[in-house]
């Protein structure tokens, strides 16, 4: 007696066919698992970029109150030049009233 020799590929799509809803279902979870993946590395891409911008932004503030001091000790000397010339009533001398003093 002889068996009849199986068709697996036959057999193998019938027991799929059957189990279909743990086929879908294992699917699901295995696309759920792959876009939890790609969304946690989408979040660290972007928590490093964001930290990034943060460190830029202060560097910049930095920057800024630098340029701000700057600026403030420019105009003080011309305030001071103002205040001078206007209410001193003092003037730069000529070059032919100024005199230079030679240290031994």
Known sequence: M?????????VVLEDLWRHK????????VLGNAVTVVYTSHVSRKLTTEWD????ERDRLDIEWRNLLLEE?????????TRIASKELNMSRPLPSEEVVVKLP
């Open 2 to 10: 002889s068996k009849p020799a199986l068709d697996l590929p036959r």
């Open 21 to 28: 809803w743990i086929l879908v279902l294992a699917l699901l």
């Open 52 to 55: 990034l911008l943060l460190q």
């Open 72 to 80: 403030q000790s420019q105009t003080e000397h011309s305030r001071i």
